[in-house]
């Protein structure tokens, strides 16, 4: 079954770091960008990060750059998004999603991971 | 930064109703536009891209048009599962943006 699945969700203490993980199965991972969208509660979507199916090419939303990384192990069909110094405002819903070759729209979304800046 | 702008922010509608979806961006995108649908709970889908194409598995009542910086997306006959959240995306000098969305309700 051609599917993403988020992980690494949770609370955290403004400053602090989080790790999530993407899994992706079903289909050739190492053909396609991904991206990470999130969702903060109530409000709409937001991009934060895309990576290049090599993983040569990253970019990033300016409100993240600095403060995240984005990397991608091809071998183990794993997506992550390294967040440091995160702030209430980044408080949302992350979802890891499939980019279509030219334009990227993202064609394959995982469930989500919820995380949570609050003291 | 390309901005789109989503409108109306909530459409209230029976089923079988017609629905149209407006989405405007501040500059041109030519025809590199997407719409998605959202229900509560879930993650978004993928309807159109390339602002006329349906997706795989989307119905035909579902149809994008538009070119430069006006699209559309419009429902035939609103069925009860289309009552959702619409968003437009759009990607240039390799970033996302994406529409503050349209609410479609059951009125």
């Known amino acids: 079954e051609v599917q993403l699945l988020e992980s690494g969700g949770g609370l955290v203490q403004p400053g602090g770091s989080l790790r999530l993980s993407c899994a992706a199965s079903?289909?050739?991972?190492?053909?396609?960008?991904m991206n990470w969208v999130r969702q903060a509660p109530g409000k709409g979507l937001e991009w934060v990060s895309s990576?290049?199916?090599?993983?040569?090419?990253?970019y990033y939303a300016d409100s993240v750059k600095g403060r995240f990384t984005i990397s991608r192990d091809n071998s183990k069909n794993t997506l992550s998004l390294q967040m440091n110094s995160l702030r209430a405002e980044d408080t949302a819903v992350y979802y890891c999603?499939?980019?279509?070759?030219?334009?990227?729209?993202?064609?394959?979304w995982g469930r989500g991971t919820l995380v949570t800046v609050s003291s | 930064e390309i901005v789109l702008t989503q409108s109306p922010a909530t459409l209230s509608l029976s089923p079988g109703e017609r629905a149209t979806l407006s989405c405007r961006a501040s500059q041109s995108v030519s025809s590199y536009l997407a719409w998605y649908q959202q229900k509560p709970g879930q993650a978004p889908r993928l309807l159109i891209y390339?602002?006329?194409n349906r997706a795989t598995g989307i119905p035909p009542r579902f149809s994008g048009s538009g070119s430069g910086t006006d699209f559309t997306l419009t429902i035939s006959s609103l069925e009860p599962e289309d009552f959702a959240v619409y968003y437009c995306?759009?990607?240039?000098?390799?970033?996302?943006?994406f529409g503050g969305g349209t609410k479609v309700e059951i009125k």
């Open positions: 995306q759009q990607r240039s000098n390799w970033r996302l943006t």
């Open positions: 999603a499939r980019a279509t070759s030219l334009h990227w729209y993202c064609d394959l």
């Open positions: 079903g289909f050739t991972f190492s053909s396609y960008a």
């Open positions: 990576i290049s199916g090599s993983g040569l090419s990253t």
């Open positions: 390339d602002a006329s």
